[in-house]
């Protein structure tokens, strides 16, 4: 059985860093893409960032290049997202995810994920 748990979020000010983890168990790396996702109230869940855990191919929705990064540490089963210069609108319940269904496009879509963390809230104030 798959389990995600993540850790690392909280409450910052505005141009703060925050690192992201997501401990995986019972999920083998280099297997498929994993990811993190965010959704804020009121608000569909939207894609931040993703890694192909075998090659380490990685992509980023616009709103976040260039402030985060996305890593994995295989030997610790772990996820990282490394996130710089926060602004309050990167404001949401923050989720890892695993395990890619190639049926379904876009590699940032959501409903393309079939295991999920519970989430970690991250809060940036201005």
């Known amino acids: 059985q798959v389990q995600l748990v993540e850790s690392g979020g909280g409450s910052v000010q505005a141009g703060a860093s925050l690192r992201l983890s997501c401990q995986a168990s019972?999920?083998?790396?280099?297997?498929?893409?994993m990811g993190w996702f965010r959704q804020a109230p009121g608000k569909e869940r939207e894609g931040v960032a993703t890694?192909?855990?075998?090659?380490?191919?990685?992509l980023y929705a616009d709103s976040v290049k260039g402030r985060f990064t996305i890593s994995q540490d295989s030997a610790k089963n772990t996820l990282y997202l490394q996130m710089n210069s926060l602004d309050p609108e990167d404001t949401a319940m923050y989720y890892c995810?695993?395990?890619?269904?190639?049926?379904?496009?876009?590699?940032?879509?959501?409903?393309?994920?079939?295991?999920w963390g519970q989430g970690t809230q991250v809060t940036v104030s201005s």
């Open positions: 019972g999920y083998t790396f280099g297997s498929s893409w």
């Open positions: 890694i192909a855990t075998g090659s380490g191919v990685t």
């Open positions: 995810a695993a395990q890619r269904d190639a049926r379904v496009p876009g590699v940032l879509a959501h409903r393309s994920y079939r295991y």
